[in-house]
Structure formats: C-alpha cells, structure tokens
Nanobody, 124 residues
Framework: QVQLVESGGGLVQAGGSLRLSCAAS????????MGWFRQAPGKEREFVAA????????YYADSVKDRFTISRDSAKNTVYLQMINLKAEDTAVYYC?????????????????WGQGTQVTVSS
C-alpha cells in the first residue's frame, strides 16, 4: 500500500506558475508509474502528465505540453509538476496517482493509488 500526499496548490493569476509535489509514504521502485490528473467542477478527471520513477516514459496531455513539466526525485519518493503560464482553464483539483503494474499511463483505471488532491485556482 502506498499513501500519496499532494501539496503546492493555491490561487495564482493567469500567466503565473506553481509547483505541485506528491510525496509517497514509502519507497516507490523505479518501475512505478506516477501520474498527475486533474478534475474541474462538473467535468471528468483527466490525464495531465506521467513519468516512471526511473525518470523514463514521460507523457503529457496536449493541453499542457510546453507549459507543464513532470519530474521526480527518487531519493525522496517524490514527484513534481512544474506549471508555468497558467490559464484559467487549468483550474481544477490536481491528483497524484501511482501504480506498480503495467498499464497505459494516461488511463485513469491503470492506477491503484491516489492522493487526496490539491486545489489549483487560476484567476483571469
């Protein structure tokens, strides 16, 4: 069992930046897939970015490509999501997810562990 705790959300103006962190409760091996998803009010949870704890297999949703960067610090069992040039449409609760099994990284059902989420609000 892995507990995930997100932090770093908040209120920011359009064009601003935030860095989200996701800390795992125990060691996440290099084969773990780590993902960020987000859910806006009235919408389904959607894929944002994913990475393996080894640092490979990095993927982004088209809507955030070139603005968001996912990274990890395996020594700290932590995954980050650096967000720049934020837009009002980025407003959502951001969730961290993890899985130790094979799967498609942008598929919400391929993850077994989820954090409680952190709110990101971008004012226009």
């Amino acid at each position: 069992q892995v507990q995930l705790v997100e932090s770093g959300g908040g209120l920011v103006q359009a064009g601003g930046s935030l860095r989200l962190s996701c800390a795992a409760s125990r060691r996440t091996f290099s084969t773990y897939r780590m993902g960020w998803f987000r859910q806006a009010p009235g919408k389904e949870r959607e894929f944002v970015a994913a990475i393996r704890m080894s640092g490979s297999n990095i993927y982004y949703a088209d809507s955030v490509k070139d603005r968001f960067t996912i990274s990890r610090d395996s020594a700290k069992n932590t995954v980050y999501l650096q967000m720049i040039n934020l837009k009002a449409e980025d407003t959502a609760v951001y969730y961290c997810a993890a899985s130790d099994r094979a799967g498609t990284s942008d598929n919400i059902y391929s993850y077994d562990y989820w954090g409680q989420g952190t709110q990101v609000t971008v004012s226009s």
